[in-house]
């Protein structure tokens, strides 16, 4: 019992610290109503056919206090600015919507949207969609995003929404919240329905705790399938790697949790099991990556610890993100190849640059792979290399002592590897 007194506490301590106020909200409705009249006066200047709402958190109530807003607003464009034979891209359409806009940026994608600076924490991100009436005629999961709205809506009242802002508040602080590709977790959407299905934070938690990925969950909300294997055999299967699948209420080929990752939902079932066994608010309050305390554990563990910082040229967000992403992951694979690596973490920053920590263990000695022995050219180049060698199998290999440190290894592997760090897109990378 004292647990539970407990467990609601710290959840009431946390809705406070995540709860936007009435106020922020006030002057962001302000400046948010001044851009809509300013838009949709344009557009009708313009003689565009199409209309204007404002989706995401903001429009379905679930908003969670940040350092920094972004609001959608999208632009429902008629049917006859899209197909093969027009030529009117209704990106372009956008832009000229906001010609005298200030402040704005155009973000490159599948279609062009526009991210505008209304003030120093406020951003509005103008989204150019096609309006349909059968979620069937979608080009673009954006295109889905009425019908989404709509449905939030309808379904989430009362106390619902704040079960939904813990639910985000809690996945931003431990890393799974975002269906970015450098992510790879909950979606805002995807939280939103699950927040209603199971009807609680606690109830939702535990309910993932329990979950065992191998058997794949699957939640029909609205019930549009007889069962899971009928479930399985009619969405595509590329949208259902994922541990949990949870069949959109709108869209029933679609997987709104599509993105999320083994890897990720693992680490958010570890955080809820954590939270249901020893509750704290620490839980809600957003860690990042504790690189002193990896470096630590490491000097404890008579480890080797690097902390690298790399930068892209790529654009900030999901582009940005991903490269880095994958240079990291990549500069981890060829450690492995010398050292055991022990602990690792990766931090992107929000812009064009990501840190990431390693700790190793050197390996006492590798093996490397070099030509078939009827390549006798290269076969006696690499017997000049190296000492202990072996044929196997009509193939020679080499067995060799680790004699570097991790940052010599780093050193020498960034020297001799430029042209593959170009073409990665890192454009500065140190220790």
Known sequence: MKKKRNISSILKEALEKVKPKEEGLKNINILLEKFLIGLEKNRKTLGIAAEIFVGGSSAKRTLIKKEHYD????????????????????????EKMLKNTKNKQRIHGS??????KASKNLFFEVVPVKKIKNQKEAENITDLSYFHVNYVKRKLKGNLL????????????????????????????????????YGSFLKFIAAMAKVNAREKLVIDIEKQYKNKNIVLMDVNAAKLQSPVVLIDPTHKQRNVLAALSEETFKKFQKACTDFLKNPSIKSFENQGVDFET??????????????????????????????????????????????????????????KT??????????????LQGPKTDDKENLKRFKARHKKTFIKSGRIYAKENISFSLREFIARWKKSNTDKIKEMYIVSFKV
Do not use: W
Request: positive net charge; glycine residues 8%.
């Open 354 to 367: 990501a840190k990431f920590a390693f700790a190793v263990k050197p390996k006492k000695e590798i093996l």
């Open 111 to 116: 279609r062009d949207y526009f991210r505008i």
């Open 71 to 94: 609001i959608d607003v999208f632009i429902r464009f008629d049917k006859k600015y899209f197909g093969n034979d027009k030529k009117s891209n209704v990106s372009d359409l956008t």
């Open 162 to 197: 704040d079960e939904v802002r813990l639910a985000k508040a809690f996945c931003h602080a431990n890393g799974c919240y975002g269906a970015e590709s450098y992510i790879k977790g909950f979606s805002g959407y995807g939280l939103e329905l699950l927040i209603y299905h």
């Open 294 to 351: 990896l470096k630590e554990s490491a000097k404890k563990r008579k480890n080797e610890f690097i902390l690298l910082e790399a930068m892209t040229d790529r654009q900030e967000g999901d582009i940005a993100g991903s490269k880095l992403l994958k240079f990291y992951n990549h500069l981890a694979e060829e450690l492995s190849g010398y050292f055991e690596v022990k602990e690792k973490g990766f931090q992107y920053n929000d812009n």
